[in-house]
């Protein structure tokens, strides 16, 4: 990292990223939404949790702000950079410095760092206070489509960028251990807004898997706004008492259900107020 920032300079630097970030967003998002959304939308339908998908225009806000996001991301990632030239962060160059079993547990560290962080900077962005200022524009997405992954605010997408300077200064990072992590991030985000449930009806019921979120997890936040919070494990919804009451049973009923379904109704942003979507 700090070679080529050495190499590109700050311009040049913030370009790659900018770029980098786009290109994850289009195979990503692009590629579910095709798969999932065009050439398999008739088949799938049964699965889909609300019942009929979000219009044009709500798709069209989720990548214009997702856009916007990928510019405060790009200048965090210059913010990373500089701090490791300049020695203010635990950001190495050598994988041999740290060792490979290290750099897969930094990876298991990061994530597990960051479903904590997200937790919590996520119900506070929920904070009546705050909510219409940081979080609103992504909820504009009731019905989200795999588009609204990244579909931020610019103080939210601050508050989100915010994960990587946080764990370098806590742990020594590699770039290799960030790079899986945005890999396993952004799948996990763009599987959350699917609103597609594809995850089988026994993965709650399992031990083995019950620890997990699911699609329909995160579509009831959206629906509902002052529930389930988590991002990658259930893990803090479990502890602070906020999974949505019915989030199983829903889950089960989707999960399992034919090709035969009655639709439920979407429920659009108008209908709901930043004091309706308030956590605490």
């Known amino acids: 990292m700090s070679e080529l920032l050495s190499k590109v300079g700050y311009g040049g630097f913030f370009g790659i990223v900018w770029g980098a970030l786009l290109l994850r967003y289009v195979l990503f998002a692009g590629l579910t939404f095709w798969i999932v959304w065009i050439l398999l939308g008739k088949k799938l339908s049964h699965k889909l949790i609300q019942g009929k998908k979000p219009d044009k225009k709500k798709i069209l806000h989720e990548i214009r702000y997702s856009l916007l996001t990928f ?39 990061l994530i597990l760092l960051h479903d904590t962080y997200f937790y919590w900077t996520h119900r506070m962005m929920h904070h ?65 807004h699917l609103s597609y449930e594809l995850f089988p009806s026994w993965f709650l019921k399992s031990p083995f898997t019950n620890w997990h979120n699911t699609t329909t997890h995160h579509n009831l936040h959206h ?32 999960s399992s259900r034919s090709s035969s379904y009655e639709e439920i109704g979407e429920v659009t942003a108008a209908e709901i107020t930043s004091k309706d979507a308030a956590a605490v």
């Open 71 to 109: 510019f405060v991301f790009a200048l965090s990632g210059i913010f990373v950079a500089w701090s490791q030239v300049n020695g203010y962060n635990l950001v190495y160059d050598r994988v041999s410095d740290y060792g490979v079993p290290y750099l897969l547990l930094s990876v298991v560290m």
């Open 128 to 192: 009546k206070s705050l909510f219409k200022h940081f979080h609103l524009v992504h909820h504009r997405s009731t019905n989200p489509s795999p588009w609204a992954a990244f579909s931020f605010h610019p103080l939210e997408a601050i508050v989100e960028a915010g994960i990587i300077p946080l764990a370098s200064v806590i742990f020594p990072l590699h770039q290799t251990a960030m790079f899986v992590f945005f890999l396993y991030m952004t799948s996990l985000n763009v599987l959350g």
């Open 223 to 254: 629906r509902f706004f002052n529930c389930n919070y988590s991002l990658y494990f259930n893990f803090w919804d479990k502890v602070m008492g906020t999974n949505h009451e019915k989030y199983k049973q829903t889950f089960e009923e989707i």
